[in-house]
């Protein structure tokens, strides 16, 4: 059963729209992750949150933003969506080193 | 900076061993995981280990660290069509318990041959 949820499943948008991934999580988990993987399935990390108002930007430069504004919430906003933006998106939550993260089942975003 | 190597295609048959390997070039990596994707989905941790241990095996899993060499390895015996999946290495980095962040290999794309 998944702890943590990404929504939407699939979204087809057009080239300027404003959109927003949502991802949550119920496990109380401080860490929360925001990953772009691109058809040659490479993990690169967008941005990152340590806890409740504490967001960094990853190793990947995005034009996307994140808040995180409530533990359990961690949303990631497209302003103005680009065909380049296409790619799957994953978000994961962290609470120890030994159980490492728990992934979402991820968003397939298509920019038209 | 923090590097994680995987060779990207693995073939096999079925019932045969498969073995998936990883290299990394952080010394002070504390845990190292392997992942599991399957087509649409998240990633789903399978297996962790710690630095201080050289084995860990779980059911059909068998991990194997080597420190001198920075290598890792996940052994999946008697492997099934079900097994077919990208697999990812991954190592934590970061010091302390408040953060930390984990570097993954590009992944191995498994393919089971019924």
């Known amino acids: 059963e998944a702890d943590i949820y990404q929504t939407p499943r699939y979204l087809v948008i057009g080239t300027g729209k404003k959109i927003t991934l949502e991802c949550s999580q119920t496990m109380g988990h401080d860490k929360m992750y925001w990953y772009q993987q691109d058809p040659g399935m490479e993990l690169h990390l967008i941005h990152y949150?340590?806890?409740?108002?504490?967001?960094e930007k990853g190793d990947l430069s995005s034009e996307s933003t994140v808040s995180r504004i409530r533990t359990e919430h961690f949303p990631l906003t497209l302003e103005s969506a680009r065909p380049s933006h296409t790619s799957q998106y994953l978000c994961?939550?962290?609470?120890?080193?030994?159980?490492?993260?728990?992934f979402g089942s991820g968003t397939r975003l298509t920019v038209v | 900076g923090e590097d994680v190597e995987q060779s990207l295609f693995l073939s096999v048959r079925e019932g045969d061993s498969s073995v998936i390997n990883c290299t990394y070039t952080d010394s002070s990596s504390t845990y190292l995981y392997w992942y599991k994707q399957e087509p649409g989905a998240g990633l789903q941790l399978l297996t962790y280990?710690?630095?201080?241990?050289d084995m860990k095996q779980d059911q059909r899993l068998t991990v194997l660290l080597n420190k001198k060499d920075k290598h890792l390895s996940l052994r999946i015996a008697d492997t099934q069509t079900g097994d077919s999946a990208i697999y990812f290495c991954a190592e934590s980095n970061g010091s302390g318990a408040g953060s930390y962040q984990l570097t993954f290999g590009k992944g191995t794309k498994l393919s089971v041959i019924p």
């Open positions: 280990i710690f630095s201080n241990m």
């Open positions: 949150s340590y806890g409740v108002n504490s967001t």
């Open positions: 994961a939550s962290s609470d120890s080193r030994e159980d490492g993260y728990t």
